[in-house]
């Protein structure tokens, strides 16, 4: 009872202080009034008991009788001023009301005539600005920008001889700048852009401000011409972008000028030097006028220019202008000025470049390296550039607010775009539908490989005991070396499977050619600053010994062997015989360093010695499918790599423990399924142009340490396979797509990359070699007719290998070999895209804990 009485004393006291408690027709009588009437949001900021001088924003006089300050920004009044408020602060000098929602001015506003500063800026003040304004002769600042005022600046600004500072920006003001305007001479700054002013600047104009600093016109409709600003000496700030202005740009330029933004008018001429009155500049923007002949060629003077921009011009199809000495631009934008000739390399050495557009030109040869320390925005688009984009764009572009590449011939290979952006920004690139380059496609699947890892674990011991030998069984197409020298490396045409180390491999005699081993150097992409020789090479493989002999490939013999550093690798020789010189050959190779993929065996480095290009791989400690598969002994296994611990403490998994193990599960095979069409996948349509791979084959896929398979060999056709097509028509036994066999035959496309795999993953579910194996009984067929023609009586269960008929869905497994069914299609086009079979194979994905 007794808190109700006194709460309700308390509020009605309060309320009747806010009434009362300032005398009337005094300052704090008219400023209370003022916010009361306002709806004052914050009025706990507000003892209106208390004396009105220590109000929040408010300063008084001396004597502490009148407001002298009043500064309510943002204290959310709306509303119209009621007269009797703030007009009668007889006073007042200075009114900041900005960012509130005030509606219109009382009538007794005009009688504050000893204002010098007023702030009247985003407000909602609508109707003329009137001639009252000339009330206001000691205004020093006026700033009424962002509200609703329209009809036109009144002439009788002219009285306004204090002005400095005039903000009329972003107002619905219409009609031509008033003459009187001209008489506000101690104007340093104005600004009236983004309203509907129309025709010419009044006569005079640009001799009318002694002192300006300042200008900006930009977002009229203002006609004008060159001559009007003649005599703007003063000035260090232009922007009379958006109008129509006319004639030469230069007249403009004087020498205290550090911003001019010309764009967007109808400046004409050539303007192909330029002099010392544009030593100042720090920004420049001439796009979108009418400027023809050259572009300049002294440029390089501007050494303070930050911001160039001269697109959409119309100038003479020209060479790139010269910006080697402009250390300090950060804005490059040459956008549609009808450039040839490459891009100036000296733009490498801009460290400060955060965007480059030279899109819509006809440029030609290669993007240059770019600092790319501060790059947020590149647009090379619509030119005829070649080449690869540099690996440093590349890797910050995710981190980029804008790139595109659309409409070039440019080479790249990257997972790390979306379907979206690469449509977006790599148009014209990509000639098909990329969604292997969707980042989701490439995440690991780490669920699986657990048990896996460790069945393997236990079966590798096992072989490793029962096997005892360290070696790597190889396996492929055999060739004669065609047109490299004979002193390379020879190999026996015959087949031969039955054994390790059947061909004869002989490296002494080109090993003997390479002179002074110790100086040719062995490039490490990683690790650049090991540094690493061919003789490091030599010692690592035991001067390329059959011993350490991996594997005989299509492309050569490949060696195994630890690098200084404890880098163990697989070294291959590539035998092929190319036409690229040295110098092009370490540049493929280098590319081929840069294209990482989770399913793809990295390439991490190279060596050119004498004649020979040596490709470096990071060794994988699984062998290949193959070997796999059909149960050969492969991979040289230290005990070590597979701790006791693992396997003792998990159980899940050791019943398989045996020969077949890992190998011998639906969802093992169904990963290495995956995990190569992905790669395929990827170099198919994350790359540009895409990378066929030509070679596919259960040799040809790895598995690494995690039992992840990894596709090996790719670029490697493209590259060093001169004379490889004819290989192709050869081919790998059993791998042979259908079209290679025409008379007329096509290169190779992705589809027959679709083939390959098709083969491999009848391969993956039956258990069966390509060629020579018994097909149930079918004499005189391979893998391909045998799977297919069970798959077309709907008897596909009968060719699923039995091992693994137990260990998962046989409706997935049917549907897998319908999936090979598809790749294996005789016509190309009847064959699904690697991005397709992706899918198809996610659909019968075995559940993570089945
Ligand atoms: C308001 O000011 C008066 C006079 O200075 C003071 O007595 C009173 O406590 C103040 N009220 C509040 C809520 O601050
Ligand atoms: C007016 O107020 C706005 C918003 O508070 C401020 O940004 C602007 O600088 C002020 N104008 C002048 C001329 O001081
Ligand atoms: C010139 O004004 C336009 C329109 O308001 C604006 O977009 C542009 O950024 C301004 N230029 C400079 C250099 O500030
Ligand atoms: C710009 O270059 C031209 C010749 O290309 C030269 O005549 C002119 O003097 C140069 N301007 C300056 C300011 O050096
Ligand atoms: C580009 O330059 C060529 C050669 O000087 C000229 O014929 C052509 O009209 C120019 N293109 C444009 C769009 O101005
Ligand atoms: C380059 O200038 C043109 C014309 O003003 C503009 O359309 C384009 O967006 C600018 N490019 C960038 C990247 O800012
Ligand atoms: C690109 O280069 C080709 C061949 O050099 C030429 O025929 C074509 O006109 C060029 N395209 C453009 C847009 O400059
Ligand atoms: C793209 O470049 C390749 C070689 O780099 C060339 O064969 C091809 O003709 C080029 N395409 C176009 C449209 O210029
Ligand atoms: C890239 O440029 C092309 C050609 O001008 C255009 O069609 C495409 O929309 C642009 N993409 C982006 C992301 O700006």
């Known amino acids: 009872m007794g808190l109700c009485f006194w709460g309700y004393a308390l509020i009605l006291s309060l309320f009747l202080n806010q009434i009362s408690c300032q005398e009337p027709n005094t300052d704090g009588f008219f400023v209370s009034e003022f916010f009361k009437h306002m709806g004052l949001s914050s009025a706990q900021a507000y003892n209106f008991s208390a004396p009105f001088c220590s109000w929040q924003g408010l300063f008084c006089d001396s004597k502490n009788e009148h407001v002298i300050v009043l500064i309510a920004s943002g204290m959310g009044l709306s509303g119209p001023i009621p007269d009797t408020t703030i007009g009668k602060l007889s006073k007042l000098q200075s009114l900041d009301l900005s960012n509130n929602k005030i509606s219109a001015l009382p009538s007794d506003f005009w009688s504050l005539n000893t204002l010098k500063n007023l702030n009247l800026s985003f407000n909602q003040i609508s109707g003329s600005f009137t001639s009252n304004v000339g009330n206001f002769g000691q205004l020093e600042s006026l700033d009424i920008s962002h509200n609703d005022f329209s009809g036109q600046i009144p002439e009788a600004m002219d009285s306004l001889v204090s002005l400095r500072v005039l903000k009329l920006d972003h107002n619905g003001f219409q009609l031509s700048i008033p003459r009187g305007l001209l008489g506000c001479q101690s104007l340093v700054s104005i600004d009236l852009s983004s309203n509907q002013l129309e025709g010419s600047l009044p006569d005079g104009f640009g001799s009318a401000f002694p002192k300006l600093k300042t200008l900006n016109l930009a977002r009229n409709k203002i006609h004008g011409r060159d001559i ?125 470049l955060s965007m480059l557009d030279v899109s819509g030109n006809h440029l030609s040869g290669h993007i240059p390296v770019l600092s790319t320390k501060n790059l947020v925005a590149i647009d090379v688009s619509r030119n005829n550039l070649t080449g690869e984009i540099p690996m440093t764009v590349l890797e910050k572009l995710p981190w980029m607010e804008r790139f595109n590449f659309s409409f070039n011939n440019l080479t790249f290979c990257s997972g790390k775009f979306s379907p979206e952006t690469l449509v977006r920004s790599f148009f014209g690139s990509t000639n098909s539908c990329p969604i292997a380059a969707n980042p989701t496609l490439f995440k690991r699947k780490g669920s699986a490989t657990g048990a896996l890892k460790l069945a393997l674990a236990v079966t590798l011991s096992a072989m490793f005991l029962l096997v005892g030998a360290l070696v790597f069984v190889a396996f492929g197409r055999r060739r004669k070396p065609k047109s490299c020298e004979a002193k390379d490396v020879s190999f026996k045409e015959e087949q031969s499977i039955s054994g390790p180390f059947s061909f004869q491999t002989d490296s002494t005699t080109w090993v003997a050619d390479v002179k002074q081993a110790n100086a040719v150097p062995v490039v490490i992409f990683e690790k650049p600053l090991l540094s690493i020789t061919f003789s490091d090479l030599l010692s690592a493989t035991s001067n390329f010994d059959r011993d350490t002999l991996l594997a005989d490939g299509k492309f050569g013999p490949v060696y195994r062997g630890f690098l200084p550093g404890g880098i163990h690798v697989a070294v291959k020789v590539l035998v092929h015989g190319s036409t690229l010189s040295d110098q092009e050959a370490a540049r493929e190779l280098e590319f081929l360093g840069r294209i990482k993929h989770p399913n793809l065996v990295p390439l991490t480095g190279y060596c050119i010695a004498g004649d020979q290009r040596i490709a470096i791989y990071e060794y994988m400690e699984n062998g290949n499918l193959q070997n796999l598969l059909q149960d050969l002994p492969f991979g040289v296994q230290r005990t070590d790599d597979w701790s006791l611990d693992t396997w003792e403490e998990e159980d899940n998994g050791i019943q398989n423990i045996g020969h077949e193990g890992p190998v011998a599960t639906w969802r093992f095979r169904h990963m290495v399924a995956l995990g190569t069409a992905r790669a395929l996948a990827f170099l198919h349509h994350g790359c540009s142009p895409p990378m066929i791979h030509r070679d596919v084959k259960a040799s040809s896929v790895y598995l690494d340490q995690n039992l992840e398979p990894r596709l090996s060999d790719f670029g490697l056709a493209k590259v060093f396979g001169n004379g490889l097509d004819e290989d192709i028509t050869n081919g790998s036994p059993g791998y042979l797509p259908p079209e290679f066999l025409q008379p007329e035959q096509d290169l190779p496309t992705p589809k027959s990359d679709v083939f390959c795999f098709g083969v491999v993953l009848f391969e993956l579910i039956t258990g069966k070699k390509p060629v020579e194996d018994d097909y149930l009984g079918e004499k005189d067929t391979d893998l391909v007719s045998w799977v297919r023609s069970l798959v077309r009586k709907s008897q596909g269960s009968k060719a699923i290998d039995p091992k693994i008929q137990e260990t998962g869905s046989e409706e997935h497994m049917e549907e897998a070999l319908k999936i090979g069914y598809l790749c294996t299609a005789d016509l190309p086009s009847k064959r699904p895209s690697m991005q397709q079979v992706v899918g198809l194979l996610k659909d019968i994905e075995p559940k993570t804990n089945q």
């Open 228 to 352: 009007d600003f003649a005599d703007m000496k003063s000035i260090s700030s232009l922007n009379i972008s958006e109008n129509q202005f006319e004639g030469s740009p230069t007249s403009l330029f004087k020498e205290a000028l550090e911003v001019a933004d010309l764009s967007k008018n109808r400046f004409q001429g050539h303007i192909s030097q330029v002099d010392s009155n544009w030593f100042s500049l720090i920004y420049l923007d001439l796009s979108e006028n009418e400027l023809t002949g050259d572009i300049f060629k002294n440029l390089t003077l501007l050494k303070k220019l930050k911001h160039l921009n001269l697109a959409w011009n119309r100038f003479n199809r020209g060479m790139f202008p010269r910006i080697e000495k402009l250390t300090s631009l950060e804005y490059l934008n040459l956008s549609n000025t009808n450039l040839s000739g490459h891009i100036s390399r000296e733009i490498s050495d801009l460290s400060d």
